[in-house]
Nanobody
């Protein structure tokens, strides 16, 4: 059974930074694409950023230039460096992974941007 465990959420002031990490374990197959999603209160789930096994990245317009997704394939770990955070970035952030057989979700980590 594949498990995704996220770390790094918390409370930060506007303009601050946070780094999320997500470690995947238990996959019998190579992890292909990994991603971060988020769900803000009262809103639909939103794709934040994706990264392929070849490190090709894609970002939502709302985070371009502020967030950076990266991964360590040897550790099956994906990171999300979030800079210049805004109150509208407040959400539960979820890790997502595809291993060619199925997709998997992490349990979510709360990010709150507030003064």
């Amino acid at each position: 059974q594949v498990q995704l465990v996220e770390f790094g959420g918390g409370l930060v002031q506007p303009g601050g930074s946070l780094r999320l990490s997500c470690a995947a374990s238990g996959s019998r197959f190579n992890i292909n694409t990994m991603a971060w999603y988020r769900r803000a209160p009262g809103k639909e789930r939103e794709l934040v950023a994706t990264i392929t096994s070849g490190s090709r990245t894609n970002y939502a317009d709302s985070v371009k230039g502020r967030f950076v997704i990266s991964r360590d394939n040897a550790k099956n770990t994906v990171y999300l460096q979030m800079n210049t955070l805004k109150p509208e970035d407040t959400a539960v952030y979820y890790c997502w992974a595809l291993n060619g057989v199925a997709v998997y979700w992490g349990q979510g980590t709360q990010v709150t941007v507030s003064s």
